[in-house]
């Protein structure tokens, strides 16, 4: 084979290499945020990003039940793109419950998302919850995590 032929090769596939690294990298400005010190049990949690965007969450009827339809209200500000749609994972912290997820729809006005979930039954008395909301890969934010805690008779 033609040496200036291998060569180029070489350079070609070293110039794919890198751009795949640089595609399939997460940017530094992709971030994780959670909300401390708020249960969304009691009232609506807020998460805020370093880079100034926020994600207020709310869950309805408060107390949040058990086993009946829970409405979940989420508000984006400070998003250049708008997602489609969110997906809402709830899961158990102190018992294992399986991941329960639904989707949040964008309504009238672009900044709120709406949705529905359920809690399942659990054993425990006092419940530990994690609420992670997930946007699209490449956002600034890929995801918002929120906490709150059920208590059952």
Same mark, same amino acid.
């Given at each position: 084979m033609n040496k200036?032929?291998?060569i180029s090769?070489?350079?070609?596939? !070293?110039?794919?290499?890198?751009?795949?690294?640089w595609?399939?990298?997460? &940017? @530094?400005?992709?971030? *994780? #945020?959670?909300? !401390?010190k708020c249960d969304l049990n009691q009232g609506e949690c807020k998460?805020? &990003? @370093?880079?100034?965007? *926020? #994600?207020?969450l709310q869950l309805t009827p408060r107390p949040v039940p058990i086993l009946k339809p829970i409405q979940i209200e989420a508000q984006l500000q400070?998003?250049?793109?708008?997602?489609?749609?969110?997906?809402?994972?709830?899961?158990?912290?102190?018992?294992?419950m399986g991941m329960q997820r639904a989707w949040l729809k964008p309504s009238a006005n672009n900044d709120e998302y709406t949705g529905t979930l359920q809690i399942p039954s659990c054993q425990e008395h006092d419940m530990q919850w994690k609420v992670t909301l997930l946007l699209p890969p490449r956002s600034s934010v890929e995801r918002a995590e929120f906490f709150m805690q059920t208590h059952t008779e």
């Open positions: 200036r032929y291998l090769l070489a350079a070609l596939v !070293l110039v794919i290499a890198v751009v795949a690294g595609w399939f990298t997460p &940017s @530094a400005s992709v971030a *994780s #945020i959670q909300a !401390l998460a805020l &990003s @370093a880079q100034g965007q *926020s #994600i207020s400070g998003f250049v793109a708008k997602p489609e749609q969110i997906q809402v994972v709830l899961e158990g912290l102190n018992m294992y």
